[in-house]
């Protein structure tokens, strides 16, 4: 698939008399005291139809990696750590960018032309919506999060001039890439981990993709065991697997032996690798390749393309949705239903993360979903008991009574659970006691594909 190179235009706040900044001084502009940072996109030098974002720094402790929610709830990320890291996602709209820099100068990717005026299979796409119409039918309400730690492995630590900073800003910003990926389905990726093996692996990582894989998985058991808790984790390693470019199992989110992958770090812009990690991550969420024809996708290929290169597109297909769907209806994402109590980079409201001294967290400062927290503050509306959770009514701001069931039984062996009108969250997921026939006779078992990967 061909990318064009397309310029972009931006200035730095509302004056338009302001000069249009190029990628130095956008960095530069990024690593001010300020928290936040407002810019204006547009295709020509007038600034005819341009749109403005305003960027909140998402992590103390990674202060060049920015995020943007609009009033529609579009997600946009920016990571302008350093001139060859400069990468992001541009959503506003319905229109989608790839961000990144050529020579100092700033540039979006585009799968067809340069026309910011012109959509790519425009009946796929509801022009009040950022994301395809199709992803309605496949969004069940729930809100889930992932629970992500990231490893970086020697030869990344050696590829990045053995800088621990930039290594970990390179995960961060891979990290917030998949997130927002996985925003539009109801699903927050949150980095709670990360760690860089700057002397030696921790096993061995060959050329092997399908070895490689195996012994990540092994290690990982042991971060488990540890007491390094976590939904999926994620090898980054510049050791090449031949035209494999990212390999993981299919169907085993949560599970403890298998939910993770292994990942080459393939492009000098984070935004692309970030698309193999959810790629992978979809796998693990069941989703098979695109390769039917009457897939939906409103670009040339989406997240689940089989091919061997980079896939430059934010969508997942329809089919891809489908399967994710049915998955969800297995409770392939028993684990995801709790809300993550730390974010890899420190506390710091608007992350998306419930932490210590907050009673809410939007995600945003700027926009909540609904009015029962003040986005701003991370605190609760006045006279508002909860602000999110299966047992908080959202459109009162309550707490459900007692008995309300949160979570249904997904078959004879899993139990329903139910509000305890006290806590806005569900209680754990419960199950019929490890050893006891299921009532049904039914004996359910995952089936676990290994699939070579883009």
């Not at 900073?165 to 925003?183: F, G, M, P, Q």
């Not at 470019?245 to 970030?274: L, R």
């Not at 996708?297 to 997240?303: H, K, L, T």
């Amino acid at each position: 698939m061909n990318y064009l190179s397309c310029t972009l235009f931006v200035q730095h706040g509302l004056n338009k008399t302001n000069n249009v900044i190029d990628a130095n001084e956008l960095i530069n502009l990024a690593k001010s005291e300020n928290d936040s940072l407002v810019l204006v996109f547009s295709k020509f030098a007038d600034f005819s139809g341009a749109f403005q974002l305003e960027f909140f720094r998402i992590l103390p402790a990674v202060k060049c990696i920015y995020e943007a929610v609009d009033y529609r709830g579009e997600h946009s990320v920016l990571h302008l750590c350093n001139l060859n890291d400069l990468s992001g996602i541009i959503r506003h709209n319905g229109y989608q960018f790839i961000f990144g820099h050529l020579n100092a100068k700033l540039y979006f990717f585009r799968n067809s032309n340069c026309d910011w005026k012109v959509r790519n299979k425009r009946s796929d796409l509801d022009r009040n919506k950022r994301i395809p119409t199709y992803y309605s039918e496949y969004i069940d309400g729930i809100k889930r999060w992932v629970e992500l730690i990231m490893i970086a492995d020697n030869s990344i630590y050696k590829k990045y001039e053995e800088d621990k900073k930039r290594v970990n800003e390179r995960l961060h910003s891979i990290s917030s890439t998949v997130n927002s990926l996985y925003a539009p389905l109801n699903i927050r990726v949150i980095l709670t981990w990360a760690n860089i093996w700057d002397e030696e692996n921790a096993l061995e990582v060959t050329e092997n993709a399908d070895g490689t894989l195996r012994d990540f998985l092994n290690f990982r058991r042991s971060l488990l065991a540890n007491g390094h808790s976590h939904d999926n984790a994620q090898l980054l390693t510049d050791v090449h697997f031949g035209s494999v470019i990212g390999k993981a199992y299919k169907g085993t989110m949560c599970s403890f032996d298998y939910s993770g992958g292994v990942i080459v770090d393939h492009s000098e812009n984070p935004v692309f690798v970030g698309m193999t990690v959810a790629h992978e991550m979809g796998h693990n969420f069941g989703m098979d390749h695109d390769i039917s024809p009457s897939c939906k996708c409103p670009v040339d290929s989406c997240i689940m393309a089989p091919q061997n290169s980079v896939n430059a597109s934010s969508y997942f297909s329809d089919c891809s949705l489908d399967t994710l769907s049915s998955s969800l209806r297995r409770g392939v994402d028993y684990c995801l239903h709790n809300v993550p109590k730390v974010a890899f980079g420190g506390a710091k409201c608007g992350n998306g993360v419930l932490e210590d001294g907050e009673d809410c967290d939007c995600g945003s400062t700027t926009t909540c979903p609904n009015s029962c927290c003040v986005a701003a503050e991370c605190k609760l509306a006045p006279e508002a008991e909860c602000a999110e959770g299966d047992c908080c009514d959202l459109d009162v701001c309550k707490l459900k009574k007692m008995a309300n069931e949160c979570r249904r039984a997904l078959n004879s062996c899993d139990l329903p659970e139910y509000c305890d009108g006290k806590n806005p969250s569900c209680p754990p997921d419960f199950f019929v006691q490890d050893g006891h026939p299921c009532p049904d006779g039914a004996l359910e078992v995952l089936n676990l594909e290994l699939l070579i990967n883009l």
